[in-house]
């Protein structure tokens, strides 16, 4: 079976170091581990008002992103990279924290409403509905009024360690999203979690 072709991850965030350990940056943590792992290295480019790099993933040549310009103004970021670079939405894949996911859950999606994600709003917003998105348990604080300061903090040691691992499975089952496509990567990672 052909994989599912993709020409960009983007990894959903917040810039600074008060932020870098933070849940909603789950999606940064996704795309600093596919740099790790692939040899790539984020470089400040001013176009994208992003850190971008370049890794091949499974033969395919995929550029990571990391929008700089706070997670609600993200779409900014991949609008202007999609239409540089000639990346259909589709062939995009945007990863960040889930509230509605449990804690070490990490699920594919295609399309679709945002969510209440104020991030995945604005990249709808400015690429439309149509393109991936892997979407990343950090549970909910369980009260809406807490949500806010409960993304903007650091989980303790073990629910942090439960993010991470799941970030890990995610990295694998993208491989298997190159290589064998949505729906065997889709059932893999979800059969896990």
């Known amino acids: 079976m052909p994989g599912t072709p993709l020409k960009a991850i983007v990894g959903l965030g917040n810039p600074g170091p008060e932020h870098v350990y933070t ?8 795309a600093d581990r596919l740099a790790q792992k692939y040899g790539g290295k ?15 993933i499974s033969g395919c040549e995929i550029t ?5 310009t706070f997670m609600n103004r993200s779409g900014l970021s991949v ?13 995009t894949l945007i990863a960040y924290d889930e509230l509605d996911l ?9 399309g679709g409403g945002a969510g ?10 400015h690429i439309g509905p149509d393109c991936w998105r892997l979407r990343i348990g950090i549970s909910h604080p369980g009260d809406k009024d807490e949500v806010i300061d409960y993304v903007l903090r650091r989980a303790p040691p073990d629910e942090e360690k439960q993010i991470t691992d799941s970030i890990v499975r995610a990295t694998d089952a993208i491989v298997a999203f190159l290589e064998q496509g949505s729906e065997k990567a889709m059932n893999g990672l979800h059969q896990k979690t």
């Open 116 to 125: 209440g994600h104020n991030g995945i709003k604005d990249v709808i917003t």
């Open 79 to 91: 609008r202007a990279l999609c239409d540089y670079l000639k990346i259909e939405p589709p062939e």
């Open 23 to 30: 849940r909603h940056n789950a999606g940064y943590w996704l």
């Open 64 to 68: 990571l992103l990391k929008p700089q």
């Open 102 to 110: 449990p804690l070490g859950v990490v699920r594919f999606k295609f």
């Open 42 to 56: 984020f470089r400040s480019h001013a176009k994208y008002q992003a850190e971008v790099c370049r890794v091949e």
